[in-house]
């Protein structure tokens, strides 16, 4: 027995770099790809792991661990989010960052992938500790980041403020105001018209296109919304403004249950209010964590990756699936919904919506002059319903399921430009 299967054969958690090289590997069998060509795009080019000191309120100081990875630097820059979260690790940076290279690629922007972690519980911590932890984490790191180098943006439990400072701590040792670093900055600081909903709005927008392929009607649609951040909120409030009756809603504290159709625009200003969705008048209490088994048309995961696994795979219900979060869906659980006709719309596409804004954004930063949010939805508009229609048509033409296709053309895409810069020796 290999240590890789002693491994796998005792209870080890689920380690979700692997299941992006399960879909990678899918999809590059699909494809007429050289094996080495293959590997040299699949891993990690540079990981990095910092360990943090960082001052506590009460005097004491902590130390804190955080991660920079960058999968792909090879259609441009490093893109991709920092997370704090208490369960990050390095297996999991990788696997985001991976993900942002197939994103980035699936709606054909200029850039590769990144991603940064902390783990840290940001619920415990005051104010000024994110603060001087965000900017610990941003000097050891300085050599990575940079408009041409890498380029972070807001993930779980991270927002504005948070890239406000990274720009600030970036920009005080350039010794001058650098906008471009990070993107999901607060709109006065560079940031973009559009860009807090923008991952939100581009769920819906693929759901959109999902109904007019499959000639079923908003209007007749009901949705559950697994998750109330930045991405699930939106995403239920547009899908309610489409005409879909969103009948259940979960965060991390509980679920909502309206069978006659949430009023999502109360429940944002309530959910503002009360920093949760808990005690909303305009719902029933229900258990959250059986949302994702609800007897609704659509069911939007936007909260953590392996949610859906090959346990519960069978107990879904809804008809199409639109990945909000990262690798909601593990790669063992995809082939029991396709089996059941479920209808995925994988992460890589569904939610593109975000990193597709700061690009929006970076390229305003960068000319210093700025769209109208009207001009950026014009133009999310725009590529988010290519990409769908990109991926839907070698979905067709090779009868495989969107993710593959997905996988199938951004790989293709990285592929392309490898061959066009060659290999530097
Ligand atoms: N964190 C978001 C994502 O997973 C956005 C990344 C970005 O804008 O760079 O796509």
């Not at 999968?71 to 820059?77: A, T």
């Not at 970036?170 to 010794?175: D, I, K, L, T």
Request: aromatic share 8%; charged share 20%.
């Amino acid at each position: 027995m290999t240590l890789h299967e002693r491994l796998k054969s005792v209870d080890v958690p689920v380690s979700t770099f692997e299941n992006v090289m399960k879909q990678f590997d899918q999809a590059a069998s699909k494809l007429n790809i050289a094996r080495e060509l293959l590997e040299f795009i699949k891993y990690p080019r540079r990981s990095t792991i910092v360990k943090l000191p960082v001052q506590m309120d009460d005097g004491s100081f902590r130390m804190f661990t955080g991660y920079r990875v960058q999968h792909s630097i090879v259609r441009g820059p490093a893109k991709g989010g920092i997370r704090f979260h208490p369960d990050v690790t390095l297996d999991e940076v990788q696997a985001l960052a991976s993900w942002m290279t197939w994103k980035c690629a699936v709606v054909n922007i200029p850039f590769g992938g990144g991603k940064g972690g902390v783990a840290c519980d940001p619920s415990k911590m005051s104010r000024g500790e994110l603060e001087r932890l965000t900017r610990r984490y941003t000097a050891d790191l300085i050599d990575l980041f940079g408009p041409e180098r890498d380029i972070p943006a807001p993930d779980v439990n991270t927002n504005e403020q948070t890239m406000a400072w990274i720009m600030d701590t970036f920009s005080m040792h350039e010794r001058t105001t650098v906008t471009s670093v990070v993107t999901g900055k607060p709109l006065v600081l560079g940031g973009s018209a559009g860009r807090r909903e923008a991952t939100g709005v581009g769920v819906v927008i693929t759901v959109r296109e999902a109904l007019k392929h499959l000639g079923l009607e908003a209007s007749r649609c009901t949705a559950a919304v697994q998750g109330f951040g930045n991405v699930g909120s939106v995403a239920a409030l547009y899908l309610h403004r489409l005409g879909v009756k969103v009948t259940h809603i979960s965060d991390v504290y509980g679920g909502l249950y309206n069978p006659g159709g949430i009023d999502v625009e109360e429940l944002v200003k309530y959910a503002a209010k009360h920093k949760n969705i808990v005690g909303f008048a305009g719902a029933n209490a229900f258990d959250g964590d059986q949302i994702l088994f609800a007897d609704v048309d659509i069911l939007v995961p936007a909260a953590l990756e392996n949610q859906i696994t090959v346990e519960n795979a069978s107990r879904v219900k809804a008809k199409i699936v639109a990945e909000g979060a990262n690798g909601p869906v593990t790669p063992d659980a995809d082939p029991i919904l396709v089996e059941k006709g479920v209808f995925v719309i994988p992460d890589i596409l569904c939610n593109a919506g975000g990193v597709t804004v700061s690009y929006f954004e970076w390229v305003q930063d960068r000319m210093g002059y700025f769209w109208s949010e009207e001009d950026v939805l014009v133009r999310l508009e725009k590529i988010m319903t290519y990409a769908f229609q990109d991926v839907l048509k070698v979905a067709l033409e090779n009868k495989v399921h969107l993710r593959l296709a997905a996988f199938m053309v951004a790989i293709q895409r990285v592929v392309d430009v490898v061959m066009l810069r060659g290999i530097y020796a």
